[in-house]
């Protein structure tokens, strides 16, 4: 795990960021839905949290053996935090994302 800042010429940070985006995109199409904002505000926000959450489990699971699961799990926990450092440092001053 890195803590490093985001590298245009990283193969590696170029792809992480088009899948933030991707899923950002995707997201923000189903909060535009009439189903999604007839739910009540904690149903929302549990919606979009298992629904991204279960989205990425399901692409992650799909690349490696089932045997792999527990420790993709535990990959996915250690890097809790450095995702949401990445976000935060695309807020601006008063913490509106770009």
Known sequence: MSNR????TD???VTAEQLRVAICVS??????????????????????VT????????????????????DMTAFIKAYTDQARAIVESLSDHDGVMQ
Do not use: H, W
């Open 5 to 8: 800042t985001f590298n245009a």
């Open 27 to 48: 997201a923000l199409s189903v909060i535009e839905s009439q189903t999604y904002r007839k739910l009540q505000p904690e149903q929302q926000v549990e919606a979009i």
């Open 11 to 13: 193969m590696l940070d």
């Open 51 to 70: 629904g991204c959450m279960a989205g990425l489990f399901s692409v992650a699971f799909a690349c490696i053996d089932p045997a792999g699961r527990d």
